[in-house]
């Protein structure tokens, strides 16, 4: 018989490994050793506490197994491992570290999403837009609502380790609703593991991430996954998407769209969308026919967890901007600047769409930006593209380079300008800075300059180096310097 729990979030290993349903789910092999008491669950030997089990997680740079000692060391009373180890602690022996540590982590604090209504948020792009819309919805109807994503720590979806306590915490502070960021490397990753969320929600599908996911079968295949039993009890997907709509074609939980067509007497500009669904005035603090989109996404999911429509208007009356995502930057210039997170194709031209279809025909539109290195390099020659198509002046500059030559990055964005588009005005400025700078020089009154790919990002990573950076603090120190 399995022992009992002996304290709140504690558990005797044997009994731990049995709530986390380790054998039905196929992953145990066997359990070496005693039966401790386990206080938390962690996969970072550095953070491990006396009465820890540390997660002997494997990866391609490192592996844990090689940091069990140090885990032992620091106080681990248990190792979870692929293989066993001549470490003198119990070990749990599965096949998958990674599935297994979510799904521990979960049952040590007793599955504390099954108590909270949990909405994961799906999506190339408008994930951090239409969490933040929601949660503000949610708040205004009474539900105490946190966020979890782009811009509340270093990874967008937390490892299961830190998100499971981070939900127990969340449901000991009397947080009735979470809206999290859901990204396809959190699902291939298994980070969301033992974790149950009321609803999803999907955006659109556009190309990111294939130097992951290789394939944009793959990157749609990992994203659908949320959309099953396993995770979810409905599914709010974006119709107007054709990756929306075959999702919703394959789907087999509860279902539910949105699209354009459930909306009337739509207006925008760069800093307010106003429609009307269903009789009831919609308006919010946001600009662009994409931040339409998010709020329709945003109020699906509202209506789906019970909220009604007045309410749901009333909370996207109270939303702010998000720092980054459409952001308009006025320091009493007379020209309109913009800051915006796209870094991907399909982004960067939703963008500039927007913006084009803001201005007035005299306009010049101006575009700074770049692409990350280390990352997907087949997007830079499309968003090279789609920047000399759509831009009148094209600057193109360094984003986060990371190990990559800036310089070799910039000519594969150049390289996908087409030759059509030489008459525009096209150059190379790698420090960002100057490049806002040299888009600033040139804009005049009626122009618009956008700012792409770093939105609400704090820092550049240049090499191995991390420099402050953000572009609307660049933006607002340049403009105020010159007037």
Request: charged content about 20%.
């Amino acid at each position: 018989m399995n022992a009992s729990p002996v304290a709140t979030g504690q558990m005797t290993l044997r009994h731990l490994v049995a709530t986390a349903q380790l054998g039905s789910h196929g992953l145990l092999v066997e359990i070496v050793g005693e039966d401790p008491v386990v206080v938390d669950v962690s996969h970072d030997s550095r953070q491990v506490i006396a009465g820890a089990m540390f997660c002997c997680v494997g990866g391609t740079r490192e592996d844990g197994h090689d940091f069990a000692q140090m885990a032992v060391d620091a106080g681990a009373s248990a190792l979870l491992v692929e293989r066993l180890l001549d470490v003198d602690v119990p070990q749990v022996v599965v096949h998958d570290v990674r599935t297994s540590m979510g799904l521990l982590a979960a049952a040590l604090r007793e599955f504390p999403s099954t108590r909270m209504r949990i909405v994961g948020v799906t999506g190339t792009n408008g994930k951090t837009t239409t969490a933040h819309l929601l949660a503000e919805i949610l708040r205004t109807h009474g539900w105490k609502t946190e966020v979890i994503g782009t811009l509340t720590g270093s990874r967008t979806t937390p490892e299961s380790t830190d998100l499971q306590r981070m939900l127990s915490d969340f449901e000991r502070d009397g947080v009735e609703a979470v809206v999290m960021e859901v990204t396809s490397h959190a699902m291939e990753l298994q980070r969301v593991i033992g974790t149950t969320f009321s609803a999803a929600v999907f955006t659109n599908l556009s190309q990111d991430h294939l130097d992951f996911h290789l394939t944009m079968e793959r990157y749609f295949a990992a994203k659908a996954r949320l959309f099953t039993k396993e995770f979810s009890a409905c599914g709010i997907v974006n119709r107007d998407d054709v990756y929306g709509q075959l999702l919703l074609d394959t789907m087999t939980i509860d279902a539910k769209s949105f699209g354009m067509s459930d909306i009337a007497n739509v207006q925008m500009d760069a800093r307010h969308i106003t429609y009307e669904i269903k009789g009831v005035h919609m308006h919010a603090q946001l600009g662009g026919q994409f931040n339409v989109m998010n709020s329709l996404a945003a109020v699906a999911a509202a209506q789906t967890l019970g909220v009604s429509l007045p309410k749901i208007a009333e909370g996207l009356r109270c939303a702010t901007a998000v720092p980054g995502r459409f952001e308009s930057i006025d320091v009493g210039q007379n020209f309109d600047v913009i800051v915006d997170y796209a870094h991907t194709p399909d982004a960067l031209e939703r963008v500039l769409d927007t913006v084009r279809s803001l201005m007035s025909e005299s306009g010049k539109l101006v575009l700074v930006f770049g692409c990350g290195g280390d990352r997907d390099a087949d997007k830079r020659g499309p968003m090279g593209e789609i920047a000399g198509a759509k831009s009148d002046v094209l600057i193109i500059t360094s984003d986060n380079p990371r190990s990559e030559s800036g310089a070799v990055i910039a000519a594969q964005i150049k390289a996908g300008v087409a030759s059509s588009d030489s008459h525009k005005v096209l150059c190379t400025e790698l420090d960002r800075r100057a490049a806002i700078g040299r888009a600033f020089s040139i804009a005049q009154r009626g122009d618009v300059v956008v700012i792409a790919g770093k939105g609400h990002e704090n820092t550049q990573t240049i090499g191995t180096e991390i420099f402050p950076f953000n572009d609307a603090q660049v933006a607002r120190e340049l403009l105020g310097a010159e007037s």
